[in-house]
């Protein structure tokens, strides 16, 4: 399906009618026209929260031939060498659109970058390439029936065998794991009388014997999420990523990566977009609820920016990712509310019905995947009064 | 440049707790402390800054409004933005309606771009206990935005005092036998108010490097709407010492409501914000961008 007016706006930006903007160096600026120009000749459906749900093996793969999947890695492992702020920007332009994006996602954002920290040399030269054009696929294996906000409390393991290791237990909520080629897997292996040692990593192959995979279907009657079950998998040492028992600290410095980038913020801009160009009247009440969204939307993208960019202190990293994530999902939310007033009375276009209740119904996953608002404000907490 | 704005910043911090009056203004002191301000006159910080580094006045701003002193730093520093050819002397900006802050203590006011000699018309004192006087001179539309900024900056500084603040406290202050740092509703107001903070300084510090009219607008209107909020979740936090009037936080907090609402409060900068994005053919992050 294709949608027209986002290709429209698309091009009309590509083109002459963009604002000279003096914030963004020329270099960023090109790249991010770039992007808006191949964005504008592709057909896809736009989709709200398109990183969880917009699963295309061949627009992942139109991506990774332009070297927009693993942008930050190095070019020996296929990667593209390029800043973390080139990265953002391309990020931005393909949210904002709402593109499927949803299949590369999580091997860019998670098993890549950890792949990179904490693999062998042979593990990185094995995915790194591939994933990097889009072609091999991870999922993220973290929750567990039992283990939602708790992590550590986690009880998947895997055991010592002659050979490898022996994984037995289940994840829960993981996201294409029907599809993907790999699940980056959290496991258990060593009871430790401190909850967070004992932990380790694993990239679980996930055509491996032993393995069932569960549909759950979200609220939009998507399927996405599932439940799997990996019971008495063997894999042999490869499948371990870094070190046994430092499994804690390294998803730590995932989980890094993961609450600051422009998808804590920018889920549902793609709806605001359409409803801004759906011949709203300007009256006095339109015009002051789209600047007030609009300028807390400047200040969210700002954070994540900033982080992106460098310009924070090492120390003040974590409690900033923190911050935007907790602000910025739910902002993502209170957006798809005004989205709903600025359109009151008006007869809907079926596509931007169609983007308006895709988000209302998305709406309650902004604030808990990847970290409940609750437990952030805890860390956020800690961090201000330890 | 980062270390200069620390330095700045560091000397401003010196000269308030040296020469100011280390508490909350009481009925009968005098308005603007002359030690005070005769320091700061010397030190030269009431002329920091050109329009060129607008960081240096944007630092001393920021600084200064985490004291409770009331001077007309801010507006001389504002005046200097506007009018940097100015004669030597104090500036005050008046808005479109002539009202200026502090203007009876201006040897000039900024309007039509240039300093201008001006008879004040009505004394008044604000929300905050600070003048604000009708002169016989307007401001114009640049004097509008970069006042704009110049509060945004303000209402900054006096938002990050507050954070800190209700950091301290709910260190300190014990109930239930704990501190009240370890109450999960608590800690929802201390994450409140650090967002709070970091949505303005991420939209003002952009708006001071780049002070396009989306910029400024985006400011004032973060500015107005988080400042408020930061406000609510700090009275709360603070229970009831936070509202007698010798504590800092009701100085902090009449600021921010009052500065909130010069040169465009946010219901009017958010109007003009959407007007324009509103049918534009932009895209939203272009809209943003700039």
Known sequence: VVT???????????????????????????????????????????????WMTGFSPSFSAELGR???????????????????????????????????????????????????????????????????????????GMSEPDAGSDLASIRTTAQRTRSGWRLSGTKIWTSHAHRAHLMLTLVRTENAANRH????????????????????HDANGQHHFNEVHLGDVCLGDEA???????????VMHELEFERSGPERVLSTVVVLMHVLSAGIDKDRGNCELAGRTLARLRALRRMSYRVASGQLADDAKPLTASLIKRAGTTFEGEL???????????????????????ALLDRPSHTLRGGTNEVLTNIIARQLTQ | MTGEIALIRQTTREIFERDGLGRAPRPGDEIVPQRLWKSLVASGLADAGSEEDRAIGAAVAREASRHPDRTPLAEAILARWLCPDAPPGIG?????????????????????GRARKFVVHERLMDLASEPVDTLSVAGDARGSELGALM?????????????????????EREQFGRRIADFQLVRTFLSDIATERAVIEAVVEQAISSPSRCAVAAAKVCAGTSGALACAAAHQLHGAIGTAEEHLLVWLTRRILSWRDDFGGEHEWALELGRTAIGSDQLILDLLAD
């Open chain 1, 4 to 50: 027209p007016r986002v290709a429209e706006i698309g091009r009309e930006v590509a083109g002459s009618n963009v604002r000279s903007d003096v914030g963004e160096p020329p270099d960023l600026r090109r790249l991010r026209n770039e992007v808006r120009s191949f964005l504008s000749d592709q057909d896809y459906q736009s989709l709200p929260s398109s």
């Open chain 1, 336 to 358: 798809i509310e005004s989205c709903r007033a600025l359109l009151a009375g008006k007869s809907m276009d079926p596509e931007v019905r169609r983007l308006l209740d895709t």
């Open chain 1, 240 to 250: 371990l990523l870094g070190i046994a028992g430092q499994g804690w600290r390294q």
């Open chain 2, 92 to 112: 005050v900006v008046p808005d479109a309606a002539g009202r200026a802050r502090y203007g009876r203590y201006g040897g000039y006011a900024v309007g039509g």
């Open chain 1, 66 to 140: 332009r070297g927009w999947i693993g942008m930050t890695w190095p070019t020996h492992y296929g990667g593209g060498g390029r800043t973390a702020i080139e990265r953002h920007v391309v990020l931005e332009e393909l949210l904002a659109a709402g593109a499927p994006v949803a299949a590369h996602w999580f091997s860019d954002r998670q098993a890549g970058p950890q792949i990179l920290a904490f693999g062998t040399e042979e593990q990185r030269q094995r995915y790194l390439p591939a994933m990097a054009k889009g072609e091999l696929f991870s999922s993220v």
């Open chain 1, 197 to 216: 040692a004992g932990l380790s990593q694993f990239l679980v192959p996930l055509n491996a014997a032993g393995i069932t995979i569960r549909p759950i």
């Open chain 2, 151 to 171: 509060r945004s900056i303000q209402i900054l500084g006096a938002v990050e005092q507050m954070a800190e603040m209700c950091v301290r406290y709910a260190r």
